[in-house]
């Protein structure tokens, strides 16, 4: 039974233009999120994060946004730019039972020049 | 600051062969966490230490797979006997408290 999911496995955006990437929750006791960006050959890198408390959070040109009641949150990237063709993976903790997160399956994003 | 170190990056065996995955956590940091990557199952969570002590391994797949982290940098994955459906990405990742984890670049393992 997968908690955390990414629906689209992979997603394909015009330079400049927006990405919205996708995750669905089932286990409500999830209390933070992350974000992580892996390319290939390489470990997952941490991203960005939000607290269940908030329902939005940025960082340049990405924000996370969270929406408890429906489960899901998503990852906007804009301008989109060729470097941030890679696969992400949202990740979901619950804080009071430890240090482990929950990894989705990942979303496939290229960025066309 | 090195980051996390995984040797060896990649790792070809024959099945049934014994397999030892290293990993030297970043300086500091208090957890330790075995990953693995397949197309199938994603990243999962094999094992999770804590103050080298080992606090959630049930997402290690059988008896064949063990793990140890004998000191605060230092920390082994041991595959015996190792079997084709275990080839996969390992990943080690490490953090303090609750802060983001820290990957390593991965073990390619392939068992033939």
């Known amino acids: 039974d997968q908690q955390v999911k990414q629906n689209s496995p992979s997603l394909s955006v015009q330079e400049g233009r927006i990405s919205i990437l996708n995750c669905d929750y089932t286990?409500?006791?999830?209390?933070?999120f992350l974000w992580y960006k892996k390319y290939p050959a390489e470990g997952p890198t941490f991203l960005i994060s939000i607290s269940s408390i908030k329902d939005k959070n940025e960082d340049g040109r990405f924000t996370v946004f969270l929406n408890k009641s429906a489960k899901h949150l998503s990852l906007h990237i804009v301008p989109s730019q060729p470097g941030d063709s890679a696969v992400y993976f949202c990740?979901?903790?619950?804080?009071?039972?430890?240090?482990?997160?929950?990894f989705g399956g990942g979303t496939r994003l290229m960025v066309k020049p | 600051d090195a980051g996390v170190i995984q040797s060896p990056r990649h790792e070809v065996t024959e099945m049934g062969q014994e397999v030892t995955l290293r990993c030297k956590p970043i300086?500091?940091?208090?957890?330790l966490f075995w990953y693995r990557q397949t197309m199938m199952r994603g990243l999962e969570l094999l094992i999770y230490f804590n103050n080298n002590v080992p606090i959630d391994d049930s997402g290690m797949p059988e008896d064949r797979f063990s793990a140890k982290m004998p000191n605060a940098s230092f920390s082994t994955l041991k595959i015996q006997p190792s079997e084709p459906r275990d080839s996969a990405v390992y990943f080690c990742a490490s953090n303090f408290q609750y802060n983001e984890q820290f990957f390593g670049p991965g073990t390619r393992l392939t068992v033939l």
């Open positions: 300086s500091g940091h208090n957890s």
């Open positions: 990740a979901a903790s619950e804080v009071r039972a430890g240090n482990m997160l929950t």
């Open positions: 286990n409500s006791m999830f209390d933070y």
